[in-house]
């Protein structure tokens, strides 16, 4: 299951992740925002990041204009590691070197085409399980119980 949140700059790309998901035969919650009205995106990606956290969700995909705000948001919440994407290789290297378990993608600046190519790349790509990728996801996870 896909944890989906949104601000309503970003509500038009969720929708089509959304769709995309499906057509991929993958389950989403879908976390809001539901429209365009000017809403606070603190709120709906603190929800699906909460929901990966507790492991309601397996993995989660937050979106706002910029993409900055939903995954400062979304790294606020104890267990969750959210990357900032823009581009494929990112979304690669984040999965296979900080087993990230969400992303946030800033629909002001990445297209629908490519927003989805990087949803794609980033959820067929499997962490390496490398001894020292493991080693500095433990140290960066440590930091939240200082």
């Given amino acids: 299951m896909i944890a989906l949140a ?4 970003a509500f038009e790309l969720k929708e089509r992740v959304k769709k995309h998901l499906a057509e991929r035969g993958l389950d989403c919650k879908d976390f809001g925002c539901y429209d365009t009205n000017s809403c606070d995106y603190a709120d709906f990606a603190a929800a699906a990041a ?12 937050v979106l706002c204009t910029t993409g900055i705000g939903v995954s400062i948001a979304a790294n606020k919440v104890k267990g969750v590691r959210c990357a900032l ?28 085409m490519l927003a989805l190519e990087i949803v794609d790349t980033w959820l067929d790509t499997a962490f390496s399980h490398a001894e020292r990728h493991q080693r500095r996801i433990d140290k960066v996870m440590a930091l939240e119980n200082e």
């Fill in 6 to 9: 949104c601000d309503h700059g």
């Fill in 50 to 61: 909460r929901a990966v956290a507790a492991g309601e969700c397996d993995r989660g995909i």
């Fill in 85 to 112: 994407l823009s581009d494929p290789v990112s979304a690669r290297l984040t999965r296979e070197h900080n087993d990230t378990n969400m992303m946030a993608l800033g629909a002001g600046f990445v297209g629908p």
